[in-house]
């Protein structure tokens, strides 16, 4: 997983303040605790919150531009981040100098940080970021980093073309050797005009010509649906802001490797499709194709975030490759014919029943098949990429390219983009679908804290009220629960919850 290597979001959130609500300068976080580096604008609090008063709906949000839509933009939020803010990591101190340097690519996001060495590199087809869901073999999620290795500097921006633009990063304080989290947010050309297509989002003119760049620290959106400390500080306030690689064992299933089977074949499939293209986030087809997940293990591992109490550690590719592979002939490189592993689904097991919420998160689990792409439509998606990147189609008809990925309902719960099958009641499929970001361990002074999935007798008749609300928005609004950059529920999942909800007083 991408950002689940480095920067996943759990993207659970109950509801935002009062909608109306002015965005201030805050010199702590949501906790009100103040550690020196957290001075960041956020939705103002209710200071008495959570308290069921506070909780009002926001308008639909159909997209991350509609969602911080109040938010400061381009160099007043870059303000807002300084305002206060020690520059004790890279990001900090790059954004935050006497003159700091203008962003309107991707490149630019590199070398602003350092990040030009292209061997720093790796790429993965599964993610558990805010992204995840745009994210393929056609379309893979690509971390770039400062080092292999313990690095006091350590830096790594997390990157894929996407429906919604930004870029993911993640810096080492150096004073207190612990990380920071950011979002760097654009529009792309159409972005003005509402008229974006899967042309504009997934081709390499998505990398370049940014505007209205804008900057924030993870504080500023932890009461949001694309939070970055539900996976990343799991634990909750107080504990150390972890990086996230689930796959930190030979062979990195999901990810490009030169000399891994399962890795190879991904990046065949890649590469058979850009062949029009001269890079894809910043690297050419060499460098992408020479890139190893070893040193981005090494970042992970040097940079204090190794075992699985940090959610590390514990996705056994070896074994469940060997598993898959003796399963279906074929695999891993041909997947027409799904593989089983017996490790995989106790790890699966495991983590749909909500255990250890403490050390996972809202991390997602990735497929138990090095592909996850559908095999019937592959070869249309590669040759549909090819003609518009060659110019022989308009950017308009490009096809929708995470919907190369496999979507049958057993493809999706193993995708971790609905509940398991076998959750059927409303306690189950709050705990597969909520509990991630609804639980006790959490911030418990900001909205999202009014519903909790772990301790169900915290809840009102009136948030459950809510709730049903929530679950019955469309599945274009990010204020959708489960979000829709996180999880999908069916309509009977949907029924059982609404029933539930109703029988305890909701309405």
Known sequence: MALAAILAGCNEAFTLDQ?????????????????????NFQLSQDPNAPSTKALVDPAPARSLRELTAKFPKGEASRAALCNGNVATDKFIR????????KITGLTDLYTALGLTNTTNVTCTTASAAITKKDTSVLNPHCIRFSTPGADPN??????????????EIVSMDSASRSFRFYVVQF?????????????????QAAESNWSNVSFYE??????????????HQAAGVGSAKSLRMLET?????????????????????????????????????????????????KFVEGNGATGADFGNDVYNSFVILNEVANSSTGQPS??????????????????????????????????????QSDPSRLQSYTNNFIQVTRGSLALSSMFDLPTVNLDSPIALSERFL??????????????????????????????????????????????????????????????????????????????????????????
């Not at 350590?154 to 870029?167: F, I, K, N």
């Not at 459950?464 to 629960?481: H, P, Q, S, W």
């Open 418 to 507: 609905a509940p398991a099958q076998d959750m059927v009641t409303a306690e189950q499929i709050m705990s597969n679908a909520c509990l991630s970001c609804h639980n006790s361990n959490l911030d418990q002074t900001i909205t999202r804290a009014h519903f909790n999935a772990q301790d169900l007798s915290r809840n009102s008749a009136y948030e459950y009220g809510v709730a049903m609300g929530r679950i019955a928005r469309t599945n274009k609004d990010l204020f959708r629960m489960p979000p829709p950059n996180f999880m999908d529920l069916t309509p009977t999942q949907i029924q059982t919850l609404t029933n539930y909800f109703s029988q305890h007083g909701g309405e």
């Open 154 to 167: 350590a830096t790594a921006v997390g990157y894929v073309r996407s429906s919604t633009p930004l870029a």
């Open 249 to 297: 064992q030979v062979p990195w299933e999901h990810w490009f490797s030169p000399d891994q089977t399962c890795g190879k074949a991904l990046f065949a499939d890649f590469s058979a499709a850009h062949a029009f293209e001269s890079s894809y986030a910043g690297l050419t087809s060499a460098a992408m194709g020479a890139a190893s997940p070893s040193g981005l293990q």
């Open 218 to 231: 993870d504080t500023a959106l932890k009461n949001t649906p694309v939070d970055c400390t539900m996976c």
């Open 19 to 39: 909608p109306n609500q002015d965005l201030a300068v805050n010199s702590s976080d949501a906790s009100g605790s103040n550690d020196g580096n957290s001075n």
């Open 334 to 371: 041909n997947n027409t014919v799904p593989g089983i592993s017996p490790t995989w689904t106790a790890l699966y097991n495991q983590r749909t029943a909500g255990t250890n919420v403490k050390e996972f998160g809202g991390t997602a689990m990735t497929y138990h098949d090095c592909k």
């Open 94 to 101: 790059t954004f935050c100098s006497t003159a700091p340097p």
């Open 187 to 203: 529009d792309l050309p159409c972005s003005a005009t509402d008229s974006c297509t899967s042309g504009d989002y997934y081709t």
